[in-house]
């Protein structure tokens, strides 16, 4: 097999166990029928529903069916094994490839170009991650890599691809890139490192323009969970208290966007905003403490006033911000009960302003529940949810109806792909603005399931916008969604997803964006 390309029919790796089919990339939507029903008969009690009880049979059929007929493996393998020579070494340049460079795919007409996760044919752990067509163009970042007699060059948001097949088209400055048909869309805030690895939030206009500094990085900062006020005008984000008065305590910093100086509220973690701009929900005396992940306490902080209100005095594991509804009037709040000895994993809860619990769901024996968000627009709790029986599904849960109402079946994980450490939001998706959707990341399979997912509720089915090594997607307006992708030289590159799937458009380097109200 060739180092470019493999038959198109090999693209076609829909492994049973998906429950759907994958198609080669064609720079169009990816569509999906899942196994799922729109409306599933459910409970929110420990026992089993009928819900996870179908999804157990349908995994154990198609799990036997994956034993008894294996599918082909998106890695290809040399013909003969090669020959072990002396490797050169990394090339910042050659000729007119280079950081910078924008390169287009000549793998001939209808035929497409394999981006990898390696700069490799041999190793046993490389993925195809997509299959670029004839006409491709992207972005080259870092150095050339020689692996098995290629070259190989890393397209941003795509992989590493062979030399052989890509032409120049000239260098393109990143962050002077625009792109008109998504100007008047609002702001996108975003996380840079510089060369000494110091994290600063920028914002931008959503075409890419305007690009701003607004706090610069400072020594051993690394601010995270960065969001926006309800209003536009400030900036939250979380940093660990570096003063040395307590290495474990975790600080909410409140930046004006106009310049004004932040605010800082001690011995929190996490925002999550009232609709009203008023208060947000937070985790009170927030503690990182090694591998077992951010706990504390539920509460509501009034933003003005640094004023609190914390509900009962419960240190729970995995604790995520407290977070309010669509309409203000109900909180939502995930914990562990891991000081009680009791931990079957992350639950939550429906409480109403005054703590009063109005519904409960845990999961039932050998599930577990995470990262639940509201809908934006009515009450409704989208969340995921794993198991011991098979591939992990998101699902959603109407608060009317005390039922699971919705669910689908991620891609199945690649064994090339190590695991991961779990953190309180490492399942983390997003809803639509109009709350018809389900936008979640995925980064751990094979060929054609890697990128960010769009689920669409009314009719079940599922597209993808191919990418390599994405964070979770932030939506915005019109169906457009923002997300950075990891890898070459930099530490990561602001893509925008556009309705409908297909290849994302590259806007600037950074990670994290958020889409401004």
Same mark, same amino acid.
């Given at each position: 097999?060739?180092?470019?390309?493999?038959?198109?029919?090999?693209?076609?790796?829909?492994?049973?166990?998906?429950?759907?089919?994958?198609?080669? &990339?064609?720079?169009?939507?990816?569509?999906?029928?899942?196994?799922?029903? #729109? $409306?599933?008969?459910?409970?929110?009690?420990?026992?089993?529903?009928?819900?996870?009880?179908?999804?157990?049979?349908?995994?154990?059929?198609?799990?036997?069916?994956?034993?008894?007929? /294996?599918?082909?493996?998106?890695?290809? %393998? /040399?013909?003969?094994?090669?020959?072990?020579?002396? $490797?050169?070494?990394?090339?910042?340049?050659?000729?007119?490839?280079?950081?910078?460079?924008?390169?287009?795919? +000549?793998?001939?007409?209808?035929?497409?170009?394999?981006?990898?996760?390696?700069?490799?044919?041999?190793?046993?752990?490389?993925?195809?991650?997509?299959?670029? /067509?004839?006409? &491709?163009?992207?972005?080259?970042?870092?150095?050339?890599?020689?692996?098995?007699?290629?070259?190989? =060059?890393?397209?941003?948001?795509?992989?590493?691809?062979?030399?052989?097949?890509?032409?120049?088209?000239?260098?393109?400055?990143?962050?002077?890139?625009?792109?008109?048909?998504?100007?008047? %869309?609002?702001?996108?805030?975003?996380?840079?490192?510089?060369?000494?690895?110091?994290?600063?939030?920028?914002?931008?206009?959503?075409?890419?323009?305007?690009?701003?500094?607004? @706090?610069?990085? @400072?020594?051993?900062?690394?601010? *995270?969970?960065?969001?926006?006020?309800?209003?536009?005008?400030?900036?939250?984000?979380?940093?660990?208290?570096?003063?040395?008065?307590?290495?474990?305590?975790?600080?909410?910093?409140?930046?004006?966007?106009?310049? #004004?100086?932040?605010?800082?509220?001690?011995?929190?973690?996490?925002?999550?905003?009232?609709?009203?701009?008023? $208060?947000?929900?937070?985790?009170?005396?927030?503690?990182?403490?090694?591998? !077992?992940?951010?706990?504390?306490?539920?509460?509501?902080?009034?933003?003005?006033?640094?004023?609190?209100?914390?509900?009962?005095?419960?240190? !729970?594991?995995?604790?995520?911000?407290?977070?309010?509804?669509?309409?203000?009037?109900?909180?939502?709040?995930?914990?562990?009960? =891991?000081?009680?000895?009791?931990?079957?994993?992350? @639950?939550?809860?429906?409480?109403?302003?005054?703590?009063?619990?109005?519904?409960?769901?845990?999961?039932?024996?050998?599930?577990?529940?995470?990262?639940?968000?509201?809908?934006?627009?009515?009450?409704?709790?989208?969340?995921?949810?794993? !198991?011991?029986?098979?591939?992990?599904?998101?699902?959603?849960?109407?608060?009317?109806?005390?039922?699971?109402?919705?669910?689908? %079946?991620?891609?199945?994980?690649?064994?090339?792909?190590?695991?991961?450490?779990?953190?309180?939001?490492? =399942?983390?998706?997003?809803?639509?603005?109009?709350?018809?959707?389900?936008?979640?990341? &995925?980064?751990?399979?094979?060929?054609?399931? +890697?990128?960010? =997912?769009?689920?669409?509720?009314?009719?079940?089915?599922? *597209?993808?916008?191919?990418?390599? #090594?994405?964070?979770?997607?932030?939506?915005?307006?019109?169906?457009?969604?923002?997300? *950075?992708?990891?890898?070459?030289?930099?530490?990561?590159?602001?893509?925008?997803?556009?309705?409908?799937?297909?290849?994302?458009?590259?806007?600037?380097?950074?990670?994290?964006?958020?889409?401004?109200?």
């Amino acid at each position: 097999m060739s180092e470019r390309r493999f038959p198109i029919g090999l693209l076609l790796i829909a492994p049973v166990a998906l429950g759907f089919a994958v198609y080669a &990339f064609t720079g169009q939507a990816q569509v999906l029928d899942p196994d799922a029903t #729109a $409306t599933i008969e459910a409970d929110d009690t420990a026992t089993r529903s009928p819900f996870w009880s179908e999804m157990d049979t349908a995994i154990a059929a198609e799990n036997t069916a994956d034993a008894l007929n /294996p599918q082909s493996t998106a890695t290809e %393998r /040399p013909t003969s094994t090669p020959t072990a020579t002396s $490797t050169p070494g990394p090339q910042a340049r050659r000729g007119d490839f280079g950081e910078g460079a924008w390169v287009r795919v +000549n793998a001939g007409e209808g035929d497409c170009l394999n981006a990898r996760n390696q700069p490799s044919l041999a190793s046993e752990w490389v993925i195809v991650n997509a299959c670029l /067509p004839h006409g &491709f163009e992207g972005y080259v970042s870092g150095e050339a890599q020689n692996a098995d007699g290629h070259w190989w =060059w890393f397209i941003a948001g795509a992989g590493w691809v062979a030399e052989d097949y890509l032409e120049y088209a000239g260098d393109v400055d990143i962050r002077a890139r625009t792109l008109p048909e998504l100007a008047g %869309r609002g702001m996108i805030a975003f996380l840079r490192q510089d060369a000494a690895y110091n994290t600063s939030i920028w914002v931008m206009n959503t075409d890419g323009s305007g690009q701003r500094l607004v @706090r610069a990085g @400072r020594a051993n900062e690394h601010p *995270s969970d960065v969001g926006w006020s309800p209003d536009g005008g400030s900036l939250t984000f979380s940093l660990p208290r570096l003063d040395g008065s307590d290495p474990t305590a975790w600080d909410i910093h409140i930046l004006p966007v106009d310049g #004004a100086a932040e605010t800082v509220i001690e011995n929190a973690y996490g925002v999550a905003w009232s609709p009203d701009g008023v $208060t947000f929900g937070t985790v009170a005396d927030a503690r990182v403490e090694g591998m !077992s992940g951010l706990n504390g306490v539920p509460a509501v902080v009034n933003a003005a006033t640094g004023e609190r209100r914390v509900y009962g005095t419960q240190r !729970s594991w995995l604790q995520a911000p407290l977070s309010f509804n669509h309409d203000g009037t109900k909180l939502l709040v995930t914990y562990s009960d =891991w000081e009680n000895g009791d931990d079957p994993g992350p @639950r939550f809860m429906v409480w109403d302003l005054e703590g009063n619990e109005i519904a409960r769901v845990e999961a039932p024996a050998d599930t577990y529940y995470a990262s639940p968000i509201w809908s934006p627009v009515e009450d409704r709790i989208m969340f995921h949810a794993g !198991s011991a029986q098979g591939q992990p599904q998101y699902a959603v849960y109407d608060l009317d109806r005390r039922d699971i109402v919705a669910g689908a %079946r991620v891609p199945k994980a690649s064994d090339k792909i190590g695991g991961k450490c779990g953190s309180w939001n490492m =399942w983390a998706a997003a809803w639509s603005r109009d709350g018809g959707s389900v936008l979640y990341s &995925f980064d751990s399979g094979e060929t054609g399931a +890697n990128g960010i =997912w769009v689920w669409d509720l009314a009719s079940g089915a599922q *597209s993808l916008v191919p990418a390599i #090594a994405t964070s979770n997607a932030s939506a915005g307006p019109d169906g457009y969604a923002t997300f *950075s992708s990891h890898g070459g030289g930099s530490s990561g590159y602001i893509f925008i997803a556009a309705p409908g799937g297909g290849w994302p458009l590259l806007l600037t380097d950074g990670t994290s964006p958020v889409w401004g109200p």
